[in-house]
């Protein structure tokens, strides 16, 4: 199992959250992370130029997005887009694309949130054939009609992983797309649901076996202070839990909310828990730090104590 960290934007003025992830990602990879995983926040940083930051001041670790919402461009865009970070990156960037939520996509964007599973197998179309380029695209579906020619190429095959949480969903992404990025995920939903669909599905066409994504909340605290850590994952990360795509995904698992899923504790039970995920399947941990405390020096203490030490677990996950 390969294993990545979580940098976003968070909070912060602009000018700071800029410099924080550069550090955040220069850290990662002297740490010998494997992957970066970089959420798209909707009311924040954009993903793939947070990539093309971090590709210039990086060498080896690869850079992925968690995900871009497909509905907030077109799929001509956000393959030029894509092509851009990826040609800065020097072929690292793994592209992480998904429908997102109703609460995104309607509420924010009032876009139409409509059959996502059917719009997102029509966005592919037109995607996959932008990101194989260069070349003309011509694409007439149902959602979109493109003559479109497009003069950058891939540096290398760009890795296209879908957020897919229920059946339909896990199909399209077994048959068309690379692998899944999963939130709101518990070990048992990923062995029981994720694993044998996407696999399946993938195997029916002829696909290699796909690449799970798990992303995690982790917080290095004493086996005390583990429901603390459980508290503030669900303060701070509950935004999760008003979606019925992930109310429906917990419902796969034992985890009931964000905090249940939070991988906390001392060394031992932190990989005790990065190893239920490596055994339930999962080919990438992304793990999104979480440190505890009552003032900002706590945690900022906290954060550095937490990556300090799961740096030093990874080389026992290899």
């Not at 690292?92 to 719009?119: K, N």
């Not at 429906?248 to 985890?255: M, S």
Request: aromatic share 4%; hydrophobic share 45%; proline share 6%.
């Amino acid at each position: 199992m390969r294993v990545g960290v979580m940098i976003g934007p968070e909070r912060g003025d602009s000018a700071r959250k800029a410099g924080r992830m550069v550090k955040d990602i220069e850290w990662a990879e002297s740490a010998g992370m494997d992957t970066a995983w970089i959420p798209q926040v909707p009311t924040d940083f954009d993903a793939l130029i947070t990539v093309t930051m971090m590709g210039m001041r990086t060498s080896t670790i690869e850079l992925g997005t968690a995900v871009v919402p497909l509905q907030a461009q077109h799929p001509i865009a956000l393959a030029r887009q894509a092509l851009s970070a990826q040609a800065v990156a020097e072929g690292r960037l793994a592209l992480g694309v998904g429908p997102s939520h109703h609460w995104i996509v309607q509420d924010m964007l009032g876009l139409p949130y409509e059959r996502p599973a059917r719009f997102t197998r029509d966005y592919l179309d037109v995607l996959d054939q932008a990101l194989s380029g260069p070349g003309q695209v011509d694409v007439e579906n149902d959602s979109f009609t493109v003559h479109n020619p497009l003069e950058l190429g891939p540096v290398r095959k760009v890795p296209v992983l879908l957020a897919a949480l229920g059946p339909v969903m896990l199909n399209l992404a077994g048959e068309r797309a690379d692998g899944t990025v999963l939130w709101m995920a518990d070990h048992r939903a990923i062995a029981e649901h994720i694993v044998p669909r996407i696999t399946k599905a993938a195997d029916n066409v002829g696909r290699p076996a796909p690449r799970v994504v798990a992303g995690l909340p982790v917080c290095l605290c004493r086996p005390s202070e583990v429901d603390v850590a459980r508290e503030r994952a669900n303060r701070i990360l509950a935004e999760a839990e008003y979606s019925p795509n992930y109310q429906r995904l917990l419902e796969q698992g034992e985890a009931r909310n964000v905090g249940d899923l939070c991988v906390a504790g001392d060394e031992e039970a932190i990989l005790e828990q990065f190893r239920r995920y490596a055994d339930a399947g999962v080919t990438d941990l992304s793990m999104r730090l979480l440190p505890i405390g009552d003032t900002r020096d706590e945690l900022v203490a906290s954060k550095y104590r937490t990556r300090e030490v799961v740096a030093e677990l990874v080389k026992e996950l290899r």
